[in-house]
Structures are given as structure tokens and as C-alpha cells.
């Protein structure tokens, strides 16, 4: 298990280097030089020629590169294209409420779809299966900024049970904090789910047909058994499989539900550094969340391997 | 003219009494708007301790037939027609509730590919001891290992007290058909039906689990219903055989009688295929003229007379092509042809 593990990470690590050339060779090499387009066509010569100079923009590439990977091996995602702060205390900041909300969201995430999936395959062309199958259909054709929409307009303005967004941190007020968790989490879950939902009715369909269960059922197990030890228990494997995949959907969709309901995390920081042309910031940031993507992937591996022992060889 | 009357005197197969006595068993299917009858009107019984070869090609019924034992038809398929006498109760009309009570318990089955039939995310010992526990057993974590430790040294699986830990897929194919037949065993079934159970191993490991399976029935007293397509392990280890062919027992005897004296045409044609020159029985069913029927167009009259050679040989005679052959199943040994006693002393 060790061994399958270290062998996975020495994978990972190429992988992640690189994915930050091509970053920065995205952000560097591309036509256009990025200090210019910050300061538009105010910008004097002068001006630019001054604040490349600062950033250490004026350097040749590669010692660029070799500064900015160094410093992100020490945790120093650089400083701020805009503001010449340092990213890595702001990105550390919105951590804990990016945490709170990936894990609220894949928490809904299964609560809807696991059950969902697994009871629409257990009695597929049942009622139970005829609804939820075209419901399943009508979520994944709904926009993740649709669905915030609507709760807001449910929720919090027709209903008034919750308010339209904004953050407490966890420890400052669990209550209030989930209480603003619940609704971007839950149009996360919700934009998820489905997928999820019809991954696990397959599987479930499938698995009622392996020689495992029927002979199960010959060896006279009560149907309790079979549910849980033969049919749910092989089901979650693929769950988590879709979970680890379904990440990449989530941070996409977390930067969109972060900007909706107006929640400080890494998602939004990710916007609004777009949207002042923070180039060193959105490079960095985009490194951070896909190295937490291929963390998650390998955690969701590893506790893969360890759930299906088939695969543990 | 309609029976064939081949008393083998000292054989009785009933010997104390039947554990099992199944009477017009027949199960159907829909299928294009009616009903084909995959097992046809089947009757026979089992003894105590006995062990009854079930022979035939894969489109035979044979298969269907131990099914249509546990119960377990695959839908839509039912046991429309007979009855199944097993331990004072009629297996085709019992109530799902208690035939799951029974399945695992009195009458076990146990297929062909050992590890597609365990879950592969658990171990041996759960596998094991989850049988005891549905089935009302003790629940004692203790003693449910010990037990399953006791069964898997019962069934020679070496290392029986590691093995316990592994899961399915670590084994090999002999021990996990090994462990297969624990499982099958651990509360002492009356009656075990065994669908090739050794057709996925290779010889050797074959011999062993055909002698382990013999040895159960000896010393346990348990009869098995063993459905092969492979005639070597039936004169292997086999006391009586019933040969079937498109749904229905065509021949049944004990398997000195039937190997010695075949009636009908067909197990002619299966037995001469076993006796080559060659030392290696190829055992291939396969080597008959034509196609064997399928369920959805079973041949008038007899259902053997296309591709049998005696009823070419007799110039086609019409009772073959009208009347299906009667027999008395009491007899220890018959064979469902109108021409049996001509042929029967032939060989
Ligand atoms: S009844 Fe006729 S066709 Fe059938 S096995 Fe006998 S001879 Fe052949």
C-alpha cells in the first residue's frame, strides 16, 4: 500500500511540473505584455518600464520561472502583480472558507446523489426510477449559476429562511457559518449530483446482474445483506472514482457559486485577480488549485485502493 | 413397445429413501408472445448420499433444471407446470420467504467460476460466516471463525486459518472452488447441485475436487446433483445419470447400466465420442450431426429424431416424427425411444 502510494506521487510530481511551465509560459510568452494591459493606454512607456522593473518583470524568462517555482516550493506563491503584496497570506486566508464550502458541497453532493441513484437502480423502471432518471436529466442541463439563482430566489427572498450570501468563519460561529454554507453548497450539490446519481444507477443496475449477487440471493442472504454488504458496499467504490473526477467540476462551478453568494474563497480571489489583469496572481492561483486537484485525485485513489482490494496488487 | 424395460437387479436408486422427488417438472419462458418450455414435464428422484450425473449440451435445460430447484429461475421465466418433494415440503409452490430459508441451508448450489460468484470486497471468513448469521446461526465473532476455519480444513484448502483473511481474487482457482463448497456445505445441506463445478480447473486440481465431492456424499451422507456436460467425470464419480436432451430426460440408469448398455440413440452418440483410439476423451457433445434444438422450436414427436442416426437407419419411421416416446421413470433404468430394446443390447 506504501509502496503504491509513493509510486503514485512520484507520478504526480512531473505532472504538476509540467503544468506550471505551460502556466507560465501562457502568461509570459504570450503576446502583449501584461504590466501594458494593466495600466491600459494610460500607461506611459516610462510607467511600464518602471513597474516591469519592480516586479522583476524585465529579467530573461527562465530566471523568472526558476524564481517563481522556488519560491512555490517554499509556499511563496510571489507577490501581486497589482498591489506588489505578497499572494500567499491572501490565499491562506481564503482557505478555510473554500475548504468549508468543497466539503459542504460534496457532502450534499453524495446525500443526494448516492441514495438517488443507488434506489433508481435497485428498482429500475419502478416509479422511484421514473422520477428521479428525468430529474437527473433536468440537473445536469441546469447551469450551477441557475440554481443559485433560483435558491436565492427561494430561499432567501420568497422564503426568507436564510440570507442571500456573504460568510462567517467556522470559528467565530459554527451556526451562522453553516447557516451561510448551506445554500452555495447546495447548488453545488445539486449541480453535481446528478452526474453522480447516474454513475451509481448504473453501476447498481450492473451489479444486480453479477454472478456475486445472484448467487447471494442462492445462497439464501437475507435481501438486508445483499443490499448493504453486496450491492451498496460495491457501489461506493465508483462513487468516490466520480467524486475525484467530478473536482475538477467543482472548483469550475465553486469560482461561479463564490461569486453569487458572495463567499471569500480561493474562487473568487481567482475572479477577481482576472478581472484586474493580475496575471502573477491567476498564475499562481491556478497552480494552487491544481495541485489540490491532483491531491484530492490521489487521496480519492489511495482510499480507492483501499476499499477495492482487487486493485491493490 | 413404448418402454424400454432394462431392470439392473440390485441397484435400487432410492436407497433410504428420496431426499428429493420432482414430479412433470417443466418451467417456461415467454418469448415472442407465447410460452417455450426450456425443461419439459422432467420427473426423478434422489437418494440419500447419492450422487446423479445431469448430462447434456449447454442448450439441454440441464442448467435450467438446477435452477428451477432453488428456485431461481431468472425472470420472466417460472416453474409453471410439477412438483419438487424435498423434506416434506413442495419446493415449486412454497412461499419466497421460506425457500430462501432453505437455499443455502438443505439445498445448496454451486457453480462453475468460483471467484465470479464472491464479493469481491470481502473476505473469505465474511463470505463464510455471513451464511451462518442469515440463517439465523450463532452471531459470536469467536465461533463463527472457528467454524469456518473447521469447514475450509473439511474441504483441504491448505492454511485454512490464513485463508480466512484473504479476499477471493488471492486465492487460486482450485481454492476458491474450494472455498465455494464451504460455503456451499457449512450448514450441512441435504442436497447439493453442483453446475460443472470443475469445467474452469485444470485436471489435476479437477480429480481433487471431484474426490473431495465424493467424500462429502460418503461421509455426510449429502446427495449431489452433479450437471456436467463431461461424461468422464460422470463415469468418474457419478451413481446414477440421467442424460437430457431439448428439455427432457431421455435416459436415465445408474452409470454402470448406462454406460454399459446405453438405450437410447442419443447417449450411443455421446458414448461413442468418449471411446476414440486415443487415450484423451475429447467428450465433446459437439461431434453429433446438426444443431441441438433450441427451446423456441423443439422437433415434433421425438425431439431427437432430426439429428438421430437409428431413425435414419430405420428408413425414418412417422411414430418418430408424431408420437413422443413414453417411459416408466420408475424403472432404474430407461430411455425415452420408440425402438430402445431394438437397439438396447447392441453394443
Ligand atoms: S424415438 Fe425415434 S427418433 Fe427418437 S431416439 Fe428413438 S429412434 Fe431416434
Redesign the pocket.
Given at each position: 500500500m506504501i509502496r503504491y502510494a509513493i509510486n503514485r506521487i512520484l507520478i504526480v510530481i512531473p505532472l504538476l511540473l509540467a503544468l506550471s511551465v505551460l502556466l507560465f509560459l501562457y502568461v509570459h510568452a504570450v503576446p502583449g505584455d501584461p504590466i501594458a494591459g494593466m495600466l491600459g493606454p494610460n500607461g506611459s512607456p516610462e510607467l511600464i518600464a518602471q513597474l516591469r522593473a519592480e516586479r522583476g518583470l524585465d529579467r530573461p524568462l527562465y530566471v523568472q520561472y526558476w524564481d517563481w517555482i522556488s519560491g512555490l516550493a517554499q509556499g511563496d506563491l510571489g507577490i501581486s502583480l497589482i498591489s506588489g503584496q505578497q499572494i500567499t497570506p491572501v490565499v491562506i486566508n481564503r482557505i478555510p472558507a473554500t475548504f468549508q464550502l468543497t466539503f459542504v458541497s460534496l457532502f450534499f453532493t453524495v446525500l443526494i446523489g448516492l441514495p438517488a441513484g443507488f434506489l433508481a437502480g435497485k428498482y429500475r423502471g419502478s416509479w422511484i426510477d421514473k422520477i428521479l432518471s428525468p430529474a437527473a436529466l433536468l440537473g445536469l442541463s441546469m447551469p450551477v449559476f441557475w440554481i443559485g439563482t433560483l435558491l436565492i430566489l427561494i430561499l432567501a427572498v420568497q422564503l426568507r429562511w436564510l440570507p442571500t450570501g456573504g460568510y462567517i468563519p467556522f470559528a467565530q460561529s459554527p451556526v451562522d457559518s453553516l447557516r451561510l454554507t448551506l445554500m452555495p453548497a447546495l447548488a453545488l450539490g445539486i449541480h453535481l449530483s446528478p452526474f453522480l446519481a447516474r454513475m451509481v444507477r448504473a453501476t447498481t443496475i450492473e451489479l444486480q446482474q453479477e454472478q456475486f449477487v445472484v448467487q447471494a440471493r442462492m445462497k439464501g442472504l437475507r435481501s438486508r445483506t445483499i443490499t448493504y454488504r453486496y450491492l451498496l458496499r460495491n457501489a461506493i467504490v465508483p462513487v468516490l472514482v466520480v467524486l475525484g473526477l467530478q473536482l475538477g467540476t467543482l472548483l469550475g462551478g465553486q469560482v461561479i457559486v463564490e461569486q453569487l453568494f458572495n463567499w471569500p474563497g480561493v474562487g473568487r480571489l481567482l475572479v477577481e485577480g482576472a478581472i484586474q489583469r493580475d496575471y502573477l496572481m491567476v498564475q499562481s492561483l491556478i497552480l494552487v488549485v491544481a495541485t489540490i486537484y491532483v491531491i484530492v485525485n490521489l487521496g480519492v485513489e489511495l482510499l480507492h485502493a483501499w476499499l477495492d482490494p482487487r486493485v491493490r496488487l | 413397445m413404448t418402454k424400454q424395460q432394462q431392470r439392473m437387479p440390485g441397484s435400487d436408486p432410492l436407497r433410504d429413501g428420496a431426499v428429493l422427488d420432482v414430479r412433470g417438472l417443466t418451467v417456461e419462458f415467454p418469448a415472442r408472445g407465447r410460452n417455450v418450455r426450456a425443461v419439459d414435464n422432467v420427473s426423478f428422484t434422489v437418494g440419500r448420499g447419492e450422487i446423479i450425473g445431469l448430462v447434456g449440451e449447454s442448450a439441454s435445460g440441464k442448467s435450467t433444471l438446477g435452477l428451477a430447484l432453488m428456485r431461481m429461475i431468472p425472470a420472466p421465466g417460472v416453474v409453471s407446470a410439477g412438483t419438487i418433494a424435498f423434506g416434506g415440503r413442495d419446493l415449486a409452490s412454497l412461499p419466497e420467504a421460506e425457500m430462501r430459508e432453505l437455499r443455502g441451508k438443505a439445498l445448496s448450489l454451486i457453480v462453475q467460476d468460483a471467484l465470479a460468484t464472491m464479493n469481491p470486497v470481502t473476505t473469505i471468513e465474511e463470505q463464510i460466516t455471513e451464511v451462518i448469521r442469515d440463517h439465523g446461526g450463532d452471531r459470536s465473532r469467536k465461533s463463527l471463525r472457528a467454524r469456518a476455519t473447521e469447514m475450509l480444513r473439511e474441504v483441504r484448502l491448505p492454511n485454512a486459518e490464513q485463508s480466512l483473511n484473504r479476499y477471493p481474487h488471492q486465492l487460486s482457482g482450485g481454492m476458491q472452488q474450494r472455498v465455494a463448497i464451504a460455503e456451499g456445505l457449512i450448514l450441512g445441506p441435504e442436497l447439493i447441485i453442483a453446475d460443472e463445478p470443475t469445467t474452469a480447473l485444470d485436471v489435476t486440481v479437477q480429480a481433487q475436487i471431484l474426490a473431495l465431492l465424493r467424500d462429502i456424499c460418503d461421509t455426510r451422507g449429502t446427495s449431489i446433483i452433479f450437471v456436467t456436460h463431461d461424461l468422464a467425470t460422470v463415469a468418474e464419480i457419478c451413481d446414477r445419470v440421467m442424460v437430457m436432451y431439448a428439455g427432457r430426460i431421455v435416459e436415465s440408469g445408474t452409470v454402470s447400466a448406462v454406460f454399459s448398455k446405453p438405450a437410447?440413440?442419443?447417449t450411443k452418440a455421446l458414448l461413442s465420442g468418449l471411446l476414440p483410439l486415443s487415450g484423451e476423451p475429447p467428450a465433446e457433445l459437439e461431434a453429433l450431426p446438426g444443431q441441438p434444438p433450441r427451446p423456441d422450436a423443439w422437433p415434433t414427436g421425438?425431439r431427437?429424431?432430426p439429428r438421430?442416426p437409428?431413425?435414419r437407419a430405420?428408413g425414418e419411421?412417422e411414430?418418430?416424427t408424431t408420437t413422443d416416446?413414453e417411459v416408466d421413470e420408475s424403472d432404474s433404468h430407461w430411455a425415452a425411444?420408440?425402438?430402445?430394446d431394438l437397439e438396447g443390447a447392441g453394443r
Open positions: - | 437410447h440413440p442419443y421425438c431427437f429424431h438421430c437409428l431413425w430405420l419411421p411414430i418418430c416416446p425411444c420408440h425402438f430402445a
